[in-house]
Each structure stands twice: as structure tokens, then as C-alpha cells.
């Protein structure tokens, strides 16, 4: 398996990427390719793009959005009191990665993972690359944002620190209309 930085995620096909179980609609190839065509997500931005993605002898095995920022803003988790802390003890917060989808707070897939392989080893191994990165490119540290269970658990397997926050979430409940959800209340 060997493991490749893609600073677009246009570098692989949307067939690829979106055959690693990408049915989330926000690790979508196409959703992740709309924010850097549009200059959301670029290194202007402040989301350098840093795609993670691993292969192997059919191609595209496992991947995760990964972004190299130089600030926190578009994360939706609001570490900035880490990074005054840090500053004030001479040490550099940024730059970082993260794990995430830009500017989308929501939960779900972030090691993904093709489905005809043993899903546990890849997310062992894109945690085991995410680490690799720090040092080479001189990083303070690597953040995973809004993970679905299983990358959750594989982080917590490896023993990352956990963060522990309030998260709020919208269900809709099949309501007929807006009046229909206030009624609710």
C-alpha cells in the first residue's frame, strides 16, 4: 500500500473516490471538488488541500479529506483559546491538519474506506499517515472534525485525545411543514 497527499481532489476520479463508500453527500468527490473549483476551500482560504489518499495494486483504497490551515476559522470547533495558550508558551498551534469538510458541521464519514477491503486496517493506516505528516512538513498537530462512529472509534483505538463537545443536530421527523415543526415545541 503506498500512501500519496493529493492537493486536489480532482487528482483521483470521482469514480474512485466516491467508490470508497463516499455516499455521504459532503466527502462526495463532487461536493469536495465544487469548494476548491470555487476557491472556498484553497490555500487563499486558508484550507490548503492535503487529500490523504492510500493504493494499492486496483487503485484507490482509502482516503481522507485533509486540509493544512494556518488559522481555525470555517472548522466550526472553536480551538482558539488552544491557540493563544500555545502562543503565549512560545509554541506554534499552526499550521495544522484537519480532517474535516470545510465549512460543514455535520457528522459523518471521514476515513473512507473501499468496501471489498477489511475496513479496520485502512483507518489503521490513514491514522498511521495523518501522524506521519506532522514532522515532515513541520505541523503542530492533526485534527479530526465531525467523525461518524467508526472513524471515532479507530481514532480512540489509537489512542488520540478525544474531544468532548456539545453538538447540536436537526432531525427532521417527517413534518408536513415549517408550521408542522413548531407545533412540536
Not at 84 to 91: K, T
Not at 97 to 114: H, I, K, Q
Request: include cysteine.
Amino acid at each position: 500500500m503506498r500512501s500519496r497527499l493529493l492537493t486536489r481532489v480532482t487528482d483521483v476520479s470521482a469514480a474512485e473516490w466516491n467508490a470508497l463508500g463516499a455516499d455521504n453527500p459532503f466527502v462526495r468527490h463532487e461536493f469536495l471538488a465544487a469548494l476548491e473549483d470555487t476557491g472556498c476551500a484553497t490555500t487563499r482560504s486558508g484550507w490548503k488541500p492535503q487529500h490523504l489518499a492510500l493504493f494499492d495494486a486496483q487503485g484507490l483504497a482509502a482516503a481522507a479529506p485533509l486540509y493544512q490551515k494556518d488559522h481555525s476559522w470555517g472548522e466550526f470547533v472553536f480551538d482558539f483559546n488552544w491557540a493563544r495558550a500555545a502562543e503565549q508558551r512560545g509554541l506554534a498551534y499552526y499550521p495544522k491538519l484537519v480532517c474535516a469538510v470545510p465549512f460543514t458541521p455535520a457528522s459523518g464519514p471521514r476515513l473512507l474506506c473501499r468496501p471489498d477491503l477489511p475496513a479496520a486496517p485502512l483507518r489503521e493506516a490513514l491514522l498511521a499517515q495523518l501522524r506521519a505528516q506532522l514532522e515532515p512538513h513541520q505541523l503542530s498537530s492533526v485534527h479530526a472534525l465531525f467523525l461518524d462512529e467508526p472513524a471515532r472509534a479507530a481514532c480512540e483505538q489509537q489512542g488520540w485525545l478525544m474531544r468532548r463537545d456539545c453538538h447540536i443536530q436537526w432531525h427532521h421527523r417527517g413534518y408536513r411543514d415549517f408550521e408542522d415543526f413548531l407545533v412540536s415545541f
